[in-house]
């Protein structure tokens, strides 16, 4: 984590670049809402909680970082490594509730990581080399090198997605939903993103499709 590499932009062109990326993410992603896996493997996701569990949790409406995370299989600058993009969605004041947690941390505060070290940590859940992680400044996303799975099965290398909120009550970073994600290569640019294992923390979906407390 010492080595999270921080793209710097010029101010217009991020934002022009942001919105053609933004735009081609969400025009071809499949959604995920925690309840059941994929029919298919599709080269972008975007994870979101589903309103109803949200309702559920006050803590997690009123705290939340992000209202949903887009993950896209995209090409790496090592051929022999697949990649996967992150484009975070922030809520209201979201990224503002993580920098300052980020900000507060142990590491930050002795000195051990930068702000942008741990901001990379907590957006992409990764402690690797700047050859693995590349995040964007400003936050808006973050591009991951991955072992490329060599089945749909494989489960060997993974990101995880995960859809945070400051839990107050703990005074701690909490995850209302995660997933593990692997990525293979398709058969042109565009890899195949295949969902693991899921987890929603004390809440599953009974057999009527509700929510209920696990």
């Keep these: 984590m010492k080595n999270v590499k921080i793209t710097r932009t010029p101010a217009l062109t991020a934002v022009g670049a942001t919105a053609v990326l933004a735009l081609t993410a969400c025009s071809g992603s499949e959604g995920f809402d925690f309840t059941e896996h994929l029919a298919e ?24 970082f992000y209202d949903s995370i887009t993950l896209t299989a995209v090409e790496s600058e090592d051929p022999s490594m697949c990649a996967v993009e992150y484009r975070y969605d922030f809520a209201k004041e979201g990224l503002d509730r993580l920098l300052e947690i980020a900000e507060n941390s142990e590491d930050v505060r002795d000195g051990d990581y930068t702000l942008e070290e741990q901001m990379g940590f907590y957006l992409t859940h990764v402690k690797t080399s700047a050859e693995r992680t590349t995040v964007e400044e400003g936050y808006g996303s973050a591009v991951v090198d991955v072992d490329c799975a060599s089945s749909p099965r494989d489960d060997d290398s993974t990101v995880r997605v995960s859809l945070a ?31 693991h294992e899921f987890k929603t923390p004390g809440w599953q979906v009974d057999s009527n499709g509700n929510w209920i407390a696990d």
């Design 41 to 64: 493997a599709p080269a972008s996701i975007e994870f979101s909680v589903p309103a109803d569990l949200a309702e559920l949790n006050e803590n997690y409406l009123d705290n939340r």
């Design 165 to 195: 909120y400051h839990n107050q009550e703990e005074d701690t970073r909490s995850s209302i939903a995660s997933a593990e994600v692997s990525v293979m290569r398709g058969a042109g640019k565009d890899g195949e993103l295949y969902v």
